[in-house]
């Protein structure tokens, strides 16, 4: 389960969490992304309009990325596979399944 939000980072450089109770106990990993504006995203920039800043993607790109969002919301049955290395990964894609 993943859970992403969007949070500022305030002057003092300190958050306090509150981890939702969907997350179960243990150990996560918390990783901390900077948000690059859409105007700075060269990948953005490639699909996006120029005149209305909208992205605009084929027809495949919009099915994947909606096929990824069910899965994260529980509309469809997750089929994502998860690898701990690239080795693992490269194996998998070797082999006959």
């Known amino acids: ?37 859409a105007e700075n995203c060269t990948v953005c920039a490639k699909h996006c309009d120029p005149e209305t800043g909208e992205l605009r993607f084929n027809a495949e790109t919009i099915a994947g990325m909606q096929e990824v969002n069910n899965m994260l919301a529980g509309k469809i049955p997750n089929t994502l596979k998860k690898f701990n290395s690239l080795e693992e990964m490269l194996e998998d894609l070797d082999s006959d399944d």
């Open 1 to 37: 389960m993943t859970i992403t939000q969007i949070i500022e980072i305030p002057a003092s450089r300190r958050i306090t969490l509150e981890v939702p109770p969907q997350i179960p106990l243990g150990r996560v990993i918390l990783s901390y992304t900077p948000e690059i504006p």
